[in-house]
């Protein structure tokens, strides 16, 4: 066992956070600067983690120290726990190491008992505080230390003061208030078949163990993974003097920031109540004034709190958030951490501050999470409305951002609607390429099925626009064109609203907050990119979304998806006699057509990112799906190529596949059908040349997806070299260009050396490596990934955030033999990870040249990136850029 397991406020420090959690440190440095803190001691996070290793028992040493520190804090205030005659009265609060507003326990007015409570009586010649501070004291510790319900003491204050036709409980008589305690503890006889205990020492071991007992409660463990908290810090107990608010009209409690926590203005912001405990203000019980009235009311103590909270957040460096208490005349301070924040108001602030000369630069980029943009990227709704929705279900936050629209379920059908001036919602069981068209239309996308990383998530992400998948409960009927869950049917043309960033999805349309990228999100951004030295671009298929994400900051396109150019009615129809043809020379003919398109799309992204680099992945999926599977759509197609039914059907099941996402696609196709790269390097060679004519300058990456054997890539790079070569020099233009490969599959890694004999970069596709590395199908994993988290067999969903022991293995073990053939050989990412701050950050370690994301998780890729060069001590190793 370790040495010291309690600490009084006087021996600790806000450096001690991981020990004695956030509050307990806080309390200790305000002790330390000379505030008026009410004193105490903390019993440290090792305590509650040894109270679980030790079967959820407290160990007769800690309740030693426990007992000691009690006995130096009734010398100190000259009272004793439980007295008669002037009783020391205590509070008993968590402090996790992370601040968790809210979701942990809290005790107050310990120490109370049926003899304490006369003599508190008697120092205070006030039997009617005396009594609510005894019926306060019995409702919670008997709601959190026994598990009794709030609700069944909450309705006898009610009923008390129905009787009296009062509504306020500062209007209860003393004589109420002994008779609300004396109905209080026989709820506790009845409930407990025991007297409410008498003791203030059991009264004080039932508090903590129920504070530690907290600590796994539901919410707060729901709390710590949305918030990427460990499980395993444990939480401290702070034991702490009580001073009380609720002694008349000179007493108060209330909460302040010191800062706008919303807006992020300079100026004190907070609530207090007149004669009323801390937990009156935080559970809305009463309502209370604004801090402003607290100038009129007590100008003195106003100014007082002025001058504590402006002290405190010069000596933290950062917004305060503070609790006080006002007993008597006297203020007292009980808590200050660093304050929660909107992200405009957490922008804001950090920006301010530099300006103030609070804070540097470095500091201002540290201060802020990654995963805060997200708020200020996306849409989202107005809080107020959103409150009020009626939540239909909840799936899989695939795309962040919010939008509304009326449902409809074919894509086709989105996008007549969108062009009618609609604004539609797309509904699918799952989506795939064909939908392109219908996605691209849409406000916002739906689907039954399909995990974080499935067609619909990832389109969705590089679109910037909201997507919730996977929401199973849904059955969604795309024949009868409507949605059932439960009792409640959504039919086509009915209102939805969904959130992506949390995966619910609303009845009706829920009115929005506007979006602003205002001057301090700017300058914010630009210390950024000062700061920053890994390369950042996006994934785009097309000039629009490459223009897109040039606006966010991209510096070149890291993932352009070719087979995104395919879908729009009048290449689709070519790309499908491609596929059928069952000769060369018919195949040939049909990609004869397609070249003129292709090049076109080649050349306008060429255009709009004059000269950044641009990293084209060749044709990727398997040929099936450009095909349609339901009947009507192979009649109609087989009409439309002037084939009979049966044969197209049987080109169709001589395609499909047992598991297409391990079959016949990315560079195997093209083994296997050479023409269909050499049309992609053609177009590539004429677009780029069409370019260079006009004056633009050209960086073409050609990648080659799915290799797993060197000789793959040496094949198709002799092909596309020829091709592209031969382009160039019969229109006598010069250009650089690279060519590599996508490493998406184990087996690349663990050669890396021999490919990158032929490689001139890698880029990592951990999408398809996360998939295959764990041989989870990233469009079913959704079914149990939920079940894995909640048993903490994967702490993460591994498509959302890299698993870097396993597959960020791999990846490390790539970049490391790729480097050894070619000591400078360009490295980055493009999987969806590339937007997501940890990914971003151990990509970084590993000596990545740039990250690739959807261009609305670019910012969000820099300010990790940033931050992970901060972070990063005495790096001194060279980037090429």
Request: charged share 25%.
């Given at each position: ?6 600490y ?26 000379g ?20 079967g ?8 030693q ?8 804090l ?203 405990q ?64 909107t ?22 980029i ?5 995963s ?25 936050p ?84 409507e ?28 009115p ?39 606006e ?6 890291g ?34 057509k ?67 996402m ?6 195997r ?63 006598g ?27 001139d970069?890698f ?48 990846l ?40 690739s ?29």
């Amino acid at each position: 066992m370790r040495g010291k397991f309690v600490y009084p406020f006087s021996e600790g420090h806000k450096d001690m956070k991981s020990l004695l959690g956030g509050k307990g440190a806080n309390l200790a440095e305000m002790t330390a600067i000379g505030l008026p803190v009410p004193q105490g001691f903390t019993i440290t996070t090792e305590a509650c983690n040894d109270y679980y290793d030790n079967g959820e028992l407290i160990r007769p040493e800690i309740l030693q120290e426990i007992d000691q520190a009690l006995i130096f804090l009734e010398k100190e205030q000259g009272k004793c726990l439980g007295s008669d005659q002037d009783p020391l009265l205590v509070s008993v609060r968590s402090g996790a190491v992370f601040s968790m507003p809210g979701m942990m326990d809290t005790i107050l007015n310990l120490g109370l008992n049926d003899k304490s409570v006369q003599g508190l009586i008697a120092v205070t010649q006030n039997d009617r505080f005396a009594y609510d501070s005894y019926r306060r004291f019995i409702q919670m510790f008997a709601d959190v230390a026994i598990g009794i319900s709030k609700d069944k003491f909450d309705a006898v204050l009610e009923k008390a003061k129905e009787a009296k036709g009062i509504k306020e409980d500062t209007e209860l008589s003393s004589q109420d208030l002994q008779e609300i305690v004396t109905a209080y503890k026989n709820i506790y006889l009845e409930e407990t078949g025991e007297v409410f205990p008498q003791n203030p020492k059991e009264q004080l071991v039932l508090a903590i163990e129920a504070v530690f007992k907290s600590w796994n409660n539901p919410r707060a463990k729901v709390y710590r993974r949305l918030n990427d908290i460990s499980q395993t810090l444990g939480t401290a107990v702070n034991i702490q003097a009580m001073v009380f608010g609720n002694m008349g009209e000179n007493s108060g409690t209330g909460v302040a920031f010191t800062r706008n926590p919303s807006t992020g203005e300079n100026k004190l912001f907070g609530e207090y109540l007149i004669n009323a405990q801390g937990e009156d203000v935080v559970a809305g019980i009463r309502t209370p004034q604004s801090i402003e009235r607290l100038k009129a009311d007590m100008p003195n103590i106003y100014q007082e709190l002025l001058k504590t909270t402006q002290l405190l957040e010069k000596h933290y460096h950062d917004m305060q958030d503070v609790e006080f208490t006002i007993e008597k005349g006297k203020l007292f301070m009980l808590q200050t951490r660093n304050g929660k924040r909107t992200a405009k108001a957490a922008i804001k602030i950090a920006v301010d501050q530099v300006r103030e000369g609070l804070i540097s630069k470095k500091d201002a980029i540290m201060r802020i999470k990654p995963s805060q943009l997200e708020q200020v990227l996306h849409p989202t709704f107005a809080p107020d409305d959103v409150q009020r929705a009626e939540c239909l279900t909840t799936g899989l936050p695939a795309s962040p951002g919010a939008a509304s629209g009326q449902v409809y379920f074919h894509a086709a059908d989105a996008v007549r609607e969108a062009k009618a001036g609609k604004e539609v919602i797309l509904v699918r069981q799952e989506t795939s390429p064909e939908d392109i068209e219908g996605m691209v239309s849409a406000k916002g996308i739906i689907t039954a099925r399909g995990g974080m990383t499935s067609h619909a998530a990832v389109v969705a992400r590089g679109m910037g626009k909201p997507c919730v998948a996977g929401c199973s409960q849904l059955l969604v009927d795309e024949v009868r064109k409507e949605i059932r869950i439960d009792q409640a049917t959504i039919k086509e043309g009915e209102f939805l609203s969904i959130d992506g960033g949390t995966g619910a999805v609303y009845i009706g349309s829920v009115p929005m907050a506007a979006t602003n990228l205002d001057s301090d999100f700017r300058t914010f951004m630009s210390w950024v990119d000062e700061e920053g030295d890994m390369k950042v671009r996006s994934n785009a298929d097309n000039a629009r979304d490459a223009r897109k994400a040039l606006e966010f900051g991209a510096e070149g396109i890291g993932l352009c998806r070719t087979e995104h150019m395919f879908f729009d009615e009048e290449r689709i129809q070519l790309v499908r006699e491609m596929i059928v043809a069952d000769k060369l020379e018919t195949r040939e003919k049909a990609l004869a057509k397609l070249l003129p398109h292709q090049q076109g799309d080649f050349y306008e992204l060429f255009k709009a990112l004059d000269g950044k680099s641009c990293t084209i992945r060749l044709l990727d999926p398997p040929l099936h799906e450009f095909l349609p599977q339901d009947t009507p759509s192979i009649t109609k197609l087989a009409h439309q190529l002037g084939l009979g039914t049966h044969l197209l059907e049987k080109r169709i099941c001589d395609l499909s596949e047992f598991n297409p996402m391990l079959g016949h696609r990315g560079c195997r196709l093209a083994i296997t059908y050479p023409e269909i790269y050499k049309m992609q390097a053609r177009a590539i060679a004429k677009g780029a040349i069409q370019a260079i004519q006009e004056g633009y300058h050209v960086a073409p990456e050609i990648m080659v997806p799915l290799v797993s054997v060197v000789d793959e890539l040496r094949i198709l790079r002799q092909l596309i070299t020829e091709t592209v070569d031969q382009e160039l020099e019969e229109a006598g233009i010069s250009m650089t260009y690279r060519i590599g490969t996508m490493i998406e599959i184990p087996r690349a890694c663990v050669t890396a050396d021999e490919i990158a004999q032929e490689a001139d970069f890698f880029s990592f596709g951990t999408n398809d490596l996360t998939q295959m590395g764990f041989g989870f199908s990233r469009d079913d994993a959704g079914k149990f990934l939920g079940e894995y988290s909640e048993k903490g067999i994967l702490d993460k969903d591994p498509f959302q955030v890299l698993d870097q022991k396993g597959i960020g293995r791999l990846l490390e073990m790539a970049v490391k033999l790729g480097r050894q053939t070619k000591h400078d050989l360009k490295m980055g990412i493009c999987g969806e990870h590339g937007g997501e701050a940890a990914t971003v950050s151990f990509c970084y370690q590993q000596g990545l040249n740039y990250v690739s994301c959807s261009p609305f998780r670019i910012p969000i890729a820099k300010l990790a990136a940033a931050q992970a060069k901060i972070s990063q001590v005495g790096n001194s190793s060279s980037r090429n850029q």
